[in-house]
């Protein structure tokens, strides 16, 4: 094949780039708290019952930055904390109604602008870029947690389990543990 790799390379760099900041300044403002807060409503929404350990380690963050980010959320009754039932020690965490009206509002503000993004592509071309993030997507985790990390925002509605790259992966993940 004969293409400039470093020319790619930068291209996609800053492509990468520049979404991502769009993305974080779209679900930050939707969000009214940026950080892990927009990340953290779509898992709660996505997830029921997790606990502060599971957030953690889908958000890649410590321990005390989620239970930080938490009670921020929380004053803003956004989430709840539940006692577990198996374990005292244990809180699960769910969203309050409010807290899924805005987990909604934040998958809407990143399609929104990943929409725009893809928007001048016909549609050939938009199945070939498909095809293209498929294969990326299939090799980029390196975990099962890392799995978890790379679609902390994807809308499930949009890329179902059954045909996430991602989620194949981490189904591999899971049964090379057991």
């Known amino acids: 094949m004969t293409h400039a790799p470093d020319r790619l390379n930068n291209l996609l760099g800053a492509l990468v780039d520049a979404l991502s900041r769009q993305v974080e300044l779209a679900t ?6 940026g950080g892990g807060a927009p990340a953290a ?32 959320l929380a004053e803003r009754d956004l989430v709840a904390r539940h006692r577990s ?15 899924a009206a805005l987990a909604a509002a ?18 050939a071309e938009s199945a070939a870029l498909e095809a293209l993030l498929d294969r990326l997507l299939l090799a980029l985790p390196t975990s099962a947690e890392h799995s978890s990390q790379i679609c902390r925002l994807c809308h499930l509605r949009d890329c179902p389990a059954d045909r996430c790259p991602v989620e194949m992966r981490y189904q591999e993940f899971v049964s090379r543990s057991r």
């Open 28 to 33: 930050t403002a939707v969000a009214g708290q």
């Open 41 to 72: 409503l779509v898992q709660l929404a996505r997830h029921s019952d997790l606990t502060v350990d599971d957030l953690r380690r889908r958000l890649a963050l410590t321990h005390s930055a989620v239970v930080r980010l938490l009670d921020r």
């Open 85 to 99: 039932t198996v374990d005292a020690r244990r809180a699960r965490l769910s969203l309050t109604p409010a807290g």
């Open 106 to 123: 934040v998958l809407e503000a990143r399609a929104r602008v990943l929409a725009a993004a893809v928007d001048d592509l016909d549609t």
